[in-house]
């Protein structure tokens, strides 16, 4: 099969259609200080060293709220209506807009946006300190969730408006006990599905479902979006287990990002890759990537390498 536009294989590999090979990426965050163009360098040199086939816009210009700042529950009637393009929101859609401008059409960019439920921990200091005000006071937490809702779908138009295929949308609270069933379905994911009912013009939206040990994926995988992702290493939830229950959507995965990439080791790299082509019927309607970022501190050489033992799949054949 003649080589495709990373646009093109990326397409292909969400409508589960023939690819070259599938697209493959991977990530960690870069941290700048609110610039949108410094974000906007880190990202365009960092997936273009590695040659990849998505662009990931890191969240790392935060919520405009401060962390480990709610106490009382009057504090989460501070959480206010925001415009999408007012501070961070809007520093991240202008890095986005760049990020854009430099690449051109042919290369799908997705930003992160974490969701309510996410921000809402962050906010109160932790997962106890949350559980705590949804258990006391539920009432005004879901008040601020509704509000956060509200202002993170309005910010995910405003990405695709300023050029993003998709949202990355991580969803929390679905994993690691945090939160019960119950509670996520009361306190997440209401918010989630506004959210991403709001931005359901992009393409390339991914679901990603955070978290290690007790993942309840069932309770997500109707979200409307194009992709899931799952640390399916770490949680033991296999890609060949759940991508039945996925409903069109596409599969992202494979590769643990705590393991052999974090090393350099080729060989248990290599074989945890071919392992997920064979689970997904040789790469068919799956995008290969860690199950979620690989360490920001590590060393690029196990990058060069990983890059290399992903290619070597495909032209040794």
């Given at each position: 099969m003649a080589s495709l536009t990373k646009r093109e294989r990326v397409w292909a590999a969400v409508h589960g259609e023939p690819v070259d090979r599938p697209p493959f990426f991977f990530w960690h965050h870069f941290r700048p200080h609110n610039v949108p163009h410094a974000l906007a360098q880190s990202t365009l040199d960092f997936f273009g060293r590695f040659d990849l086939d998505i662009y990931k816009i890191m969240p790392d210009m935060p919520y405009p709220f401060p962390q480990n700042s709610i106490?009382?529950?009057?504090?989460?009637?501070?959480?206010?209506?925001?415009?999408?393009?007012?501070?961070?929101?809007?520093?991240?859609?202008?890095?986005?807009?760049?990020?854009?401008?430099?690449?051109?059409?042919?290369?799908?960019?997705?930003?992160?946006?974490?969701?309510?439920?996410?921000?809402?921990?962050?906010?109160?200091?932790?997962?106890?300190?949350?559980?705590?005000?949804?258990?006391?006071?539920?009432?005004?937490?879901?008040?601020?969730?509704?509000?956060?809702?509200?202002?993170?779908?309005?910010?995910?138009?405003?990405?695709?408006?300023?050029?993003?295929?998709?949202?990355?949308?991580?969803?929390?609270?679905?994993?690691?006990?945090?939160?019960?069933?119950?509670?996520?379905?009361?306190?997440?994911?209401?918010?989630?599905?506004?959210?991403?009912?709001?931005?359901?013009?992009?393409?390339?939206?991914?679901?990603?479902?955070?978290?290690?040990?007790?993942?309840?994926?069932?309770?997500?995988?109707?979200?409307?979006?194009?992709?899931?992702?799952?640390?399916?290493?770490?949680?033991?939830?296999?890609?060949?287990?759940?991508?039945?229950?996925?409903?069109?959507?596409?599969?992202?995965?494979?590769?643990?990002?705590?393991?052999a990439i974090t090393t350099g080791d080729v060989a248990a790299l290599t074989r945890e890759m071919r392992d997920a082509l064979d689970q997904t019927d040789g790469g068919r309607h799956f995008i290969m990537a860690p199950g979620c970022s690989v360490p920001d501190e590590i060393d690029e050489r196990y990058l060069t390498a990983a890059r290399k033992a992903f290619d070597s799949l495909f032209t040794q054949r």
């Open positions: 106490r009382q529950p009057d504090d989460w009637d501070l959480i206010a209506p925001l415009q999408p393009t007012a501070s961070n929101l809007g520093r991240m859609a202008q890095t986005t807009a760049l990020v854009r401008r430099a690449v051109g059409p042919q290369t799908p960019v997705v930003v992160t946006v974490y969701s309510p439920i996410t921000e809402a921990r962050r906010f109160a200091g932790g997962p106890d300190a949350l559980r705590t005000h949804l258990r006391e006071n539920p009432g005004p937490v879901q008040r601020a969730l509704g509000v956060l809702a509200t202002n993170l779908a309005a910010y995910c138009q405003a990405l695709l408006d300023a050029g993003a295929d998709g949202i990355y949308y991580a969803v929390q609270g679905i994993a690691g006990g945090w939160l019960s069933e119950a509670e996520f379905r009361e306190f997440a994911r209401p918010y989630d599905l506004q959210v991403l009912n709001a931005c359901s013009a992009g393409w390339l939206n991914v679901i990603h479902l955070h978290g290690g040990p007790e993942l309840m994926a069932d309770l997500a995988l109707d979200y409307p979006g194009a992709v899931v992702s799952w640390e399916d290493r770490l949680t033991g939830v296999r890609l060949a287990d759940l991508r039945p229950k996925l409903g069109g959507k596409a599969a992202m995965g494979g590769i643990d990002e705590r393991g």
